[in-house]
Structure formats: C-alpha cells, structure tokens
C-alpha cells in the first residue's frame, strides 16, 4: 500500500471512524506525511494506529491521540500555540498546518536538533524550538492562544496557566505514570473551567512542575 492510501485510510478509520470531526484537522493530518517523522525501519507501520518509538525513549503519539487533541485545542488559524514536547516534530508540522506560529519546547537536544531540521525541510517556517524545561513554558513569547502537552504529568504545571492568554486553551495528559487522563482547561479571567477527554498514556513530563528526571 502506497503512504498516500494509507494516510488516507488512517484519516477514514482512525481519525473520522473514532469521532474526530474537525475538516480544518483532518486536512492537516492528511497533508503530514507521518512516515517521515519515524526512523527508515519503521517507515511500513507509520500509519499504523499506536505509538512507535523516536530514540531517547521517547515516542511519537498514534494518530487518534494527536487528532483529539488537536481537535480539542478549537483552532481556527491565527493563534499562536505553545508546544510542549517537541519529540519528531509530527505533531508540530500537524499545528504549523493549522495556526499562525507555534513555539515548541523539548528537554532533549537530539530530538531538537532533528525536528529542527525535519521541518525546516519540509518548509514549515511558522515553528520556533528551543530547547528546556517544557513544564517552565516559554515566557519571552507568552501569552499563548493554546497550549498543548504531549508528555503525562503527575500536575498541571502552574507557570502554563500564566502563559495562557484569557480564553486560551490548555490540553494536557494528568495521572499517573502509566496511565493519564485527558483534559482541556478553557481560561476565562480568573476562573479555569475543565473539560475530560477520557484514558491516554504519555511519556513523562520531565521537569520542574513534572516527574523528576
């Protein structure tokens, strides 16, 4: 099967078959090439609908995971999103698609440097990526429209609370280490209204305000 067919396939069975509704989404995850966020070895299961391995232990999400909470962000194409956990980059190209800038935060320099590359390749400009502590969010360029976190924690990292601006959105995995709970928080002044988006399982959020090392 061809990687165009199965992106296609990944779309119809994965993404729309399991609820994600989003046309803007859905055209920006069938736009990526996801097979070229994964090593060569694993280019064959690329669309396949699981998580695969990125090096440093580190992981790239299935395609539904990355659908929903895309989906969940409500993006509509001016916003300036902050991402926390940069990993092979997919799920940044997949943000870069649908907003007007994305700042990218990763703890591993590895995965940095090639996302930085990969995306510079395929001509996604929009992103900016530094590497740190992801749970410190990324203060010079505060506030953010949306925030989301692709790594589980065991909190909600305070200081992404400050950076997000009045009517942002923050989507994130909390829980346990080996099994979190979906959530969207919507910022309206003071108040922080919570949304439940059920079971996923994440990396660690290593840093500050997540797991220790």
Request: proline content about 4%; charged content about 25%.
């Amino acid at each position: 099967m061809s990687y165009e067919r199965a992106r296609a396939r990944m779309i119809e069975e994965q993404l729309v078959g399991r609820g994600i509704a989003d046309p803007r989404v859905l055209a920006a995850m069938a736009r990526v090439e996801r097979h070229r966020f994964v090593e060569e070895a694993l280019e064959a299961r690329a669309y396949d609908d699981k998580p695969l391995p990125i090096g440093a232990r580190q992981t790239i999400s299935q395609p539904f995971m990355v659908g929903l909470m895309t989906e969940a962000l409500g993006l509509r194409g001016t916003e300036r999103v902050l991402e926390i956990g940069t990993g092979c980059g997919y799920q940044t190209a997949v943000l870069a698609e649908l907003v007007a800038n994305v700042f990218s935060v990763e703890r591993i320099s590895t995965l940095a440097t090639a996302a930085r590359q990969l995306l510079d390749r395929l001509g996604y400009y929009n992103v900016a990526i530094r590497v740190g502590d992801g749970t410190l969010g990324w203060s010079d360029e505060a506030p953010f429209d949306a925030i989301v976190v692709t790594a589980g924690t065991p909190q909600v990292p305070r200081p992404l609370i400050t950076q997000l601006a009045d009517g942002g959105r923050l989507v994130f995995p909390i829980g346990e280490e080996e099994l979190q709970t979906l959530v969207r928080i919507r910022k309206e002044g003071s108040r922080l209204h919570e949304e439940y988006f059920g079971d996923c399982r994440f990396v660690k959020l290593v840093g500050r305000y997540g797991w220790e090392r």
